[in-house]
């Protein structure tokens, strides 16, 4: 059966060029990429591998971990690291796990549960299947699933992209537009704005202090006299009173700004008052 997002990833053991793991505790309280492939050698692949050992220091600095997986032996993976080398100007530099006896790719829903044989008799068309990326969380379940046809290579700066997304969204209460990328605009959501008077639910109407100018006659009443303070019988030229806007100007009008704190990562200042639903900065 297919795994589906918030599904909790399945536990196995398996030999890997980094030798034997458990996967759950490979992972830890970190994030993980598992992205597999049919079979070593593959053309495809092998641009594919090449490219995320350049990347994985991106990878890193966000706190993924990387582990790869090919229906066949560890001990051929070997091999096929130095093809990569060869031909991509990088070996791969993160466990690629060994799934000979197709274990892992039938737990992940990538081949019948019934596949079984010698893995040198099958060929790369036989697990065409097998090429999936999984993005899985610290609390170890599926955050994303992406399936590629075995003629084309996989984008993992989208990869990147979407984990960007689901760490801002798995820390705020935020979603992401459209081709979102790293301090665009972010929505809010009204559920995540704390009411600040009236019942749960129920509308509300913000007064806000302004500042505005006196031009002609004064809200007072009196004519443009002087510089005295508001309040006074005589207006200044610039006096405060008070204006209640409604949910719907707020949203329309309100922008919120959230700033990332260099010295503490992934906290939120906010910055103005309330909105039903808009768009925010992140930077």
């Known amino acids: 059966m297919a795994l589906q997002i918030g599904d909790t990833a399945p536990d196995f053991e398996a030999e890997t060029t980094d030798g034997r793991i458990r996967f759950h505790d490979w992972i830890g309280d970190s994030w993980a990429v598992l992205f597999s492939h049919p079979k070593d050698f593959t053309p495809v692949c092998t641009t594919e591998l090449g490219y995320m050992a350049k990347i994985k220091p991106e990878f890193d600095r966000r706190g993924v971990k990387v582990m790869g997986l090919s229906v066949d032996r560890a001990s051929d ?15 791969p530099n993160y466990p690629i796990i060994g799934d000979a006896d197709f274990e892992v790719s039938k737990a992940y829903g990538m081949l019948p549960s019934d596949t079984a044989g010698d893995p040198k008799e099958r060929t790369p068309a036989d697990n065409q299947t097998v090429r999936n990326v999984f993005v899985i969380g610290p609390d170890k379940k599926i955050k994303l699933v992406l399936i590629y046809p075995m003629t084309t290579g996989r984008n993992f700066d989208e990869v990147l992209r979407v984990i960007d997304s689901l760490q801002l969204t798995a820390n705020h209460k935020v979603a992401t537009p459209v081709n979102w990328q790293q301090g665009e605009d972010v929505i809010i959501a009204a559920a995540a704005l704390e009411r600040r008077r009236g019942a749960p639910g129920a509308p509300r109407r913000d007064c806000v202090r302004r500042t505005v100018t006196c031009s002609g006659t004064c809200p007072n009443g009196s004519t443009d006299s002087g510089r005295t303070e508001p309040g006074s019988s005589t207006c200044s030229s610039r006096t405060r009173r008070t204006t209640c806007r409604s949910p719907r100007w707020r949203s329309q009008r309100l922008r919120r700004r959230l700033r990332r704190r260099p010295a503490s990562p992934g906290r939120v200042e906010v910055d103005s008052a309330y909105a039903t639903s808009l768009l925010v900065r992140w930077s």
């Not at 993976?77 to 070996?91: F, L, N, R, V, Y």
Request: glycine share 6%.
């Open 77 to 91: 993976h070997e091999k096929w690291a130095s093809d990569i080398e060869e031909t991509q100007g990088q070996a």
